[in-house]
């Protein structure tokens, strides 16, 4: 069994030692806890652009001034026809994703009838991420089939400030644990390359364990024009290898889920896999492009791994 990481100094140590050997490690952490299934999900864009918040990386911001398509909240049927796409093509989970820092009562409820819908005519795992929702908004979306709700810390609490200033940590920590409380399972992560050294990952690492989630989404930053990000230069492969290996040690039984951004990565993030991913996020985001659900199923067979279906 390997020895499991207690606390920041000694990840930090770690990192001092031969990368091969950390990738090995974590590597064999994925395979003791989680196996070699490789599980897809698949996100809508349930509304998008005209959003509040100040997120220095997000092309839906009012503050920024990226140029994409807005929209308000989709139709049902829409919906509903994606998710059952979604399910004929082999994805596991579903969710709709909506911008704005929260919902309205009435969207709420629109998007419940939507997610019952879906619950009733496909075997998809439902997952939402709508912002930082009350608890009684929460809860409805649990009574509707939702079983999952998706709110990133995007990074650690001390280099969120440089990130957002329009909502701030506790405030998305506190939709977390209202999620939680009302029975609903928690997928949260964050976004690498915004400016943030190591130390902010294995903060995150570490604060993310201390909610227990049960996915942990990465994005690798996409520099958007007309966003505060735009000149930020890409990260290097190998530091994204180190950083997917330190989120595996820190959480050995969390699905570290491959996300945004691994399309500008010349083999869509395989070389991932070998060092502690094992799920993904498929097809395309929200003003982005993604890995179509066809080549993450070719890289799994590559890899020799199960697709986790149930």
């Known amino acids: ?23 090995f490690t974590a590597n064999l952490i994925r395979q003791q806890y989680c196996g070699n299934s490789f599980e897809l999900c698949a996100i809508a864009n349930g509304k998008c652009g005209k959003c509040s918040e100040d997120c220095s990386f997000c092309a839906q911001s009012v503050h920024n001034s990226a140029q994409i398509t ?12 994606g998710a059952k796409r979604a399910e004929q093509q082999g994805i596991l989970r579903y969710s709709i994703v909506t911008s704005g820092k929260k919902l309205t009562d009435s969207e709420v409820e629109q998007l419940c009838l939507v997610y019952r819908a879906i619950k009733e005519q496909t075997g998809l795992k439902l997952c ?5 929702l009350r608890y009684e908004q929460l809860n409805k979306l649990k009574e509707a089939g939702v079983t999952r709700y998706h709110c990133n810390l995007e990074s650690s609490r001390s280099f969120f400030p440089q990130i957002c200033t ?29 400016g943030e050294i190591m130390e902010d990952r294995i903060d995150m690492a570490f604060e993310l364990r201390s909610l227990n989630v049960e996915s942990l989404p990465i994005n690798i930053l996409v520099p958007l024009k007309g966003t505060k990000t735009e000149n930020h230069p890409p990260l290097d492969y190998q530091e994204i290898k180190l950083s997917i290996s330190v989120m595996r040690m820190i959480l050995p039984n969390t699905a570290i889920r491959l996300a945004g951004g691994r ?25 982005t492009k993604g890995v179509n659900v066809q080549e993450d199923l070719k890289m799994s067979a590559k890899l020799g791994w199960e697709v986790k279906l149930i």
């Open 263 to 287: 399309n500008k990565l010349a083999d869509n993030g395989a070389k991932l896999f070998s060092c502690g991913a094992n799920a993904v996020i498929s097809g395309d985001m929200l003003t």
């Open 166 to 194: 329009t909502h701030n940590y506790d405030e998305k920590i506190s939709t977390i644990k209202n999620a939680q409380k009302v029975g609903l399972e928690v997928c949260s992560g964050g976004i690498f390359g915004l």
């Open 70 to 81: 807005e929209f308000p909240l989709v139709s049902p049927q829409m919906l509903l026809e």
């Open 128 to 132: 939402a991420s709508h912002g930082l």
């Open 1 to 23: 069994m390997v020895l499991l990481v207690k606390n920041k100094e000694q990840i930090l140590k770690m990192l001092q030692q031969d990368q091969d050997e950390l990738f």
